[in-house]
């Protein structure tokens, strides 16, 4: 029993956004029946590396029902109106406006079942003059300013995950349990509106205040922190990295005290507060960095345990896969178990699980018959 048993989401859905909205709901109980085009969700074939099945869509897809559906046929559309006229929430990431003018748009759909909740998810919202634009991860990371903060001195980058995805598909998920709480106390359902940009700009809020109230945006600082240091990675003698953090006065005593063992450091005029130690940042990490390059990573983690100084391993996805604290869950797929990230939700005395993700059209019968 989850706490969604008995909740039907109907998902137009392809890509990154929508299907990870849809795949917390079905972590919850909820039944999802994913519609696909005759050839599938194109995330399908983003790649191929886990046994043949796509990691994007092993990911995504857990815990759904596959229906291949062409809505632009009246059969088709005369199906999903069944469907939705017995589902709980609608989600949908197609083009702005493809939904409605294939007769499903939000407001229609929710004047016809007016207790049904409906979620569109797009690039840049429903309207304005960016709406049509498209809309993939790396154009929004570029567009919303989060690419020209992130990187180095010597460019821009990419955040190495598709974040702007992610975050409009954890917003619309945010979004479609607020609806639900609603309608137990109103019986009606709402339309929700998320996309990717607004998403992004969201996350970037802090830059964009700075530059607002301040004048400056934060320029790039790789694995620096553009406002506080010490912060960042530093090589060890041992030909590895350790990143280390120091957030207020307290722990750039101990650190001096304890990790580089020069207290003399705490009051020196050129470090003595985080001000002066950003502005002569240069200097500083030059002479951490040279303590640090005498040493082994494990004694300098010794030593930042027992200052009580923030510490971490600059780890590759190697390392990740090793890590003490990853939890793991197998799922089946169409071509085999394959072990993925838990779900970062932990339920008091529940043990995570994960239901299968669906071959291409695996519920085709079933649920046209169900609909019939």
Known sequence: MGALDGILVVSLEQA??????????????ARIIKLERAEGD????????????????????????????????????ALLERMLAQADVFVQNLAPGATAR???????LRARHPRLITCDISGYGEDGPGATMKAYDFLIQCESGLAAITGTEHGPARVGISVADIACGMNAHAGILQALVERERTGKGRGIAVSLFDGMAD???VPLLHYDYAGKAPQRAGLAHPSIAPYGAFGTGDGRQLVISIQNQREWANFCRTVLQMPDMIDNPFFATNNLRVHNRAELDAMVGKLFGTLPLDELIVRCEAAGTAWARLNGVDGLSAHSQLRRVEVETPTGPAAVPASPIRWDGEAPAARPVPALGAHDESIRSEFA
């Not at 043949?52 to 759904?64: D, I, M, P, Q, T």
């Open 16 to 29: 990154v956004a929508a299907p990870l909205c849809t795949m917390r709901l079905a972590e919850a109980g």
């Open 203 to 205: 996350f970037m809020a």
């Open 102 to 108: 294939a007769g499903f748009g939000s407001a229609d």
């Open 42 to 77: 194109f995330a399908r074939g983003y790649d191929d590396v886990v046994h043949g099945e796509s990691a994007y869509f092993v990911w995504l897809n857990r815990g759904k029902e596959s229906l291949r559906i062409d809505i632009k046929q009246p059969q088709d559309a």
